[in-house]
């Protein structure tokens, strides 16, 4: 039987490629220096930048803001610009990253309800403190049981050493939990590694890597199917009552 969920934060429960592309979409209208890129062009080479630092970052070695910095000092090298105020550049980021964050939508509704049958944790590549915040913003704190983050453990996703402190804070075994995730690596095998079943979140109908390893799930809505398809007996336990 299913006793507890593990979800991913980042673009699983809250919407971070909306609100990092309307960051970019921000600077470059007030930076003349990277309008000579279209807005795909620098949201790719940002995602590509950001990936190549991400597990410092993950892992509290870099400092959030200064690997923000940096981001720009590349973007800005990338469009043909080195000089270009990257420190300005990112301060703007955060303002309009932060002014246009949102939900994924029907995150809270499925949190709440599978939290009224499971424990739930949240599973994630980040510090502490971002993601407490990101919790407590948008809702989510009081149904999250745990919250396990890289840099409090040390390992990121797809170590499966983050996952096994995620099911000794919820007191349960491999297989009574299932992973909801939208990172195919970090999420999906690394769940799958630890010996816990997942479910792909693909909001962006990307390629399916591999049905046999995992279900792929279009969104979180409605609640109660993807509910049920996270933990079948416990929906059907629910529909008897």
């Known amino acids: 039987m299913i006793r507890a969920v593990l979800f ?15 960051a970019i979409a921000g600077v470059r209208e007030r930076f003349a220096a990277l309008q000579s890129l279209e807005l795909d062009e620098l949201v790719a080479e940002n995602q590509r930048i950001l990936d190549s630092m991400h597990h410092e970052v993950a892992l509290g070695t870099r400092d959030v803001a200064d690997a923000r910095i940096e981001r720009y000092r590349r973007l800005f090298a990338f469009a043909g610009h080195p000089e270009a105020r990257a420190a300005a550049a990112a301060e703007l ?20 309800l599978l939290r009224s049958w499971l424990r739930v944790a949240v599973v994630t590549n980040n ?8 919790l407590a913003t948008f ?5 999250v049981d745990a919250l396990v983050t890289s840099e ?4 990121a996703k797809p170590d499966p050493r983050i996952f096994r402190v995620a099911l000794e804070r919820l007191g349960c075994e491999p297989h009574e939990a299932v992973m909801i995730g939208d990172a195919w690596v970090q999420d999906i ?6 010996g816990i079943r997942a479910l792909w979140l693909n909001r962006n109908g990307l390629p399916h890597p591999d049905p046999a390893t995992a279900m792929q799930i279009l ?14 007996d416990r929906a059907l336990m629910s529909r008897e009552l």
């Open 8 to 22: 991913d934060l980042d673009d699983t429960l809250v919407d971070h490629q909306y609100s990092s592309r309307a």
């Open 93 to 112: 980021h955060r303002r309009v990253y932060q002014a246009n964050r949102r939900r994924v939508e029907g995150a809270l509704e499925l949190v709440t």
């Open 127 to 134: 510090t502490i403190a971002e993601q407490e915040e990101k």
């Open 139 to 143: 809702g989510f704190a009081p149904f």
């Open 152 to 155: 409090e453990v040390g390992a």
């Open 189 to 194: 095998l690394g769940a799958t590694g630890a």
């Open 219 to 232: 969104a979180l809505h409605p609640a109660e199917d993807v509910a049920a398809l996270a933990a079948p």
